[in-house]
């Protein structure tokens, strides 16, 4: 029986010829990252283990992202013992803030990740990496523990989605209108323990940026992992970034999928999902009415590189943060940063009355540098607006394109990039 | 194994941030995540909770995070099982891990109502309403997970397996 690209990759890991779904299988691991959330408590756990060390210092990713730099004395806590359980087991790819990003824009931009690759990281947006036609998934800090000190994790092997991807997308069309589409289309358990595989001819039209935008949010549909086939350019990604060596798979035509889908991607629309599930999307026509906004956020693992920031400039530029709002931007790498620089975005955004943030997970998860207060809406680019994510829990987020956010951000309420950009 | 206690019962989508709210994640501490443990969607939780107690919810309990802080707050506040439609997969695998019982039911889910006195019997998935005199079938677990949850979690298991 034929295997989807996710099972293959899968049965190489665990060094079989062949898997079925429903298997329980022990995988090899390429990659194991861990966060200053996460961390902390996967090394507590690891040393309840009889190991002396990690099985490879080379294969663990450590990054404090979430609250750095440090947001108060138990968070700096946290990052002292990331990086002294860093520094004793040398750890290669551990990212101190000044060299950190946040780490699902950063591991694949430092060259970690290949195709074809297995990689397990206690962050729910670990799935990011299927853009590059690896099985990332996440997982919490006991199984990085146990994957820092065996190198091994087991798995289901999981049953499929498939969704066909046609067409070439609109102008303001990113890879956010069309994973917000594909979650308000099946829910958020829609693809509950299920790989979500994208095919089609439109994923062609689909940037690298958009492809990490669509596999980052495979976990709000509730998706084991998300994954593109492996094309052009995402070769000439990894000819950019990486010198690791990497092997490509495809599924096979007789591959069984639980259900497809098909989507047109030139029919979509900007699209936002609305308090407080990110299923509950309506496309930018679709709302009734004004609906006042006081704070924009634009960055995150999700829309923080480098072609959200050009868009976000593009609708922004010449243009005032509308008065009485905060718009705050955080590219998600130094690196992203400082292209952002060169780029004149970065100018753009101050001369537009944005602040600009170092590289944080902060803002999105309501841990700090933009927290809500009590009957306040925000318009994010970020992956959740679940109750209280942002902040108190009375306060509201709406998720959407770095161009909706933008364009919100000057309107001062949510607006598409057409309203203000003619 | 079994487990006896009253059910507080939720809807669908519990998600790890009212679970635990990142503002508490700078913390590690099982006691001090439960004191605040499903905070932003039911207040109370913690005074009104006592030990064997359980979570009865339906569908995708656990979305989002992949935060183990979230299981860590539920069994430190004295949850004995969470019994729900479905489970999102990274807190399913969490739970296991770190030895919180959990069971998918779906029927069991429909009738429990709060405060209902329950009783599960986790190496027969039987769930006992003892309230209302009924019975339901929960999924046991399959058997490659019982041998994670009677070393009670995955550190144990691979301390006593050839994982290493």
């Known amino acids: 029986m034929g295997m989807t690209m996710t099972q293959k990759i899968l049965a190489k890991s665990a060094g079989l010829e062949e898997v079925e779904a429903g298997q329980l299988i022990e995988s090899n691991l390429d990659l194991v990252l861990g966060n200053d959330i996460t961390a902390p408590v996967a090394i507590k756990e690891m040393e309840k283990m009889n190991v002396k060390g990690v099985f490879h ?83 919490g800090s006991t199984d990085m523990a146990a994957g820092m000190a065996t190198g091994k994790a087991w798995f289901k092997v999981p049953t499929a989605i498939k969704f066909h991807l046609t067409g070439k997308p609109g102008k303001w069309i990113s890879g956010k209108d069309i994973i917000l589409h594909i979650i308000g289309a099946i829910g958020v358990d829609g693809a509950l323990y299920r790989s979500m595989e994208f095919t089609g001819d439109g994923i062609p039209y689909l940037s690298m940026d958009d492809r990490f935008t669509i596999a980052n949010m495979a976990i709000e549909a509730g998706g084991k992992n998300g994954i593109f086939p492996v094309d ?53 026509d679709e709302i009734p009415e004004d609906i006042p906004i006081d704070q924009v956020v634009i960055g995150s693992c999700t829309n923080g590189r480098l072609e959200d920031l050009r868009t976000a400039a593009k609708v922004m530029e010449g243009k005032k943060v509308k008065k009485g709002l905060r718009c705050i931007i955080f590219p998600a790498t130094q690196s992203i940063y400082l292209q952002a620089m060169e780029e004149g975005l970065l100018k753009t955004f101050i001369e537009a009355g ?69 | 194994m079994k487990a006896e206690g ?17 503002r508490y994640l700078n913390s590690t501490d099982p006691r001090e995540l439960a004191s605040h443990c499903m905070e932003d969607i039911d207040k109370e939780f913690i005074q009104k909770v006592k030990k064997g107690d359980m979570i009865v919810a339906k569908k995708n309990f656990g979305c989002g995070s992949s935060r183990e802080h ?41 009738e429990i109502e709060d405060y209902d006195e329950i009783e599960v019997d986790f190496d027969s998935g039987i769930i006992y309403n003892k309230t209302k005199g009924t019975q339901y079938e929960g999924q046991a677990f399959p058997p490659f ?3 994670i949850i009677k070393a009670e979690g995955l550190v144990n298991y691979i301390n006593q397996t050839s994982l290493l």
């Open chain 1, 57 to 139: 210092k080379d294969k663990i990713a450590l990054v404090p992202d979430h609250f750095v730099p440090n947001k108060d004395i138990k968070s700096a806590e946290n990052c002292k013992s990331v990086r002294e359980f860093a520094l004793k087991n040398e750890i290669t790819h551990y990212f101190e803030v000044g060299e950190m990003g946040i780490e699902h824009a950063l591991l694949p931009e430092k060259g970690l990740i290949g195709p074809g690759d297995v990689i397990i990281g206690a962050d729910s947006h670990t799935c990011t990496y299927g853009a590059l036609g690896a099985f990332s998934t996440g997982v």
């Open chain 1, 232 to 284: 052009e350019r995402t070769i000439s990604y990894m000819t950019q970034h990486s010198k690791k060596p990497y092997k490509i798979y495809e599924a096979d035509e007789d591959a069984l999928y639980e259900e497809e889908y098909s989507i047109d991607l030139s029919s979509l629309r900007p699209t936002i999902a609305f308090p407080h599930l990110p299923e509950n999307t309506k496309t930018i």
């Open chain 1, 354 to 422: 944005a602040v600009v943030s170092t590289p944080t997970c902060g803002p999105c998860l309501g841990g700090y540098m933009g927290v809500l207060a009590a009957g306040e809406r925000c318009v994010s680019t970020t992956n959740r607006n679940f109750v209280g994510r942002m902040g108190h829990v009375d306060s509201e987020v709406y998720l959407a394109s770095p161009a909706v956010a933008a364009a919100s951000a000057v309107t001062g309420k949510i607006a598409g990039p057409d309203e203000i950009s003619k």
């Open chain 2, 6 to 22: 009253r059910a507080f019962t939720y809807g669908n989508n519990v998600d790890t941030d009212v679970i635990i709210p990142a």
């Open chain 2, 70 to 110: 979230a299981p860590i707050a539920i069994k430190a506040a004295g949850i004995s099982c969470v019994i729900a439609e479905t489970f999102a997969r990274i807190f399913y695998r969490n739970s296991i891990n770190i030895g919180l019982p959990i069971m998918e039911c779906p029927e069991a889910v429909k």
């Open chain 2, 145 to 147: 997970m019982q041998k």
